[in-house]
């Protein structure tokens, strides 16, 4: 199981890097939960239309996972912030 669960994260962030978040979310999430995550990823994309993610590392054990990641983007629109400034980011998300 926790293999299963490592390539679902996997497949989550494939579909990022290619722009395709809303066939894995319907693939992945349950349809209520789909509809929220569709909504989210639609909002975080038109911010950071060029956002991308790598996975470093995965643990699993049973149903959970844990990663870390390193994320890049460009900030080119509105997202939990109320000006429209420009800027890019480079992180690792964990």
Do not use: Y
């Not at 992945?28 to 975080?44: C, D, G, I, K, S």
Request: aromatic share 10%; hydrophobic share 45%; with cysteine.
């Amino acid at each position: 199981m926790s293999e299963e669960n490592k390539a679902m994260v996997r497949r989550m962030v494939e579909a990022i890097n290619a722009g395709e978040e809303d066939a894995a979310v319907q693939e992945l999430f349950a349809p209520r939960a789909a509809r929220r995550v569709m909504w989210l990823f639609a909002e975080f994309r038109m911010a950071f239309p060029d956002w991308r993610e790598e996975i470093v590392e995965l643990v699993a054990e049973d149903d959970t996972v844990a990663g870390r990641f390193r994320c890049s983007g460009t900030h080119r629109g509105e997202f939990l912030v109320h000006d429209q400034a420009t800027f890019s980011v480079t992180d690792r998300c964990s």
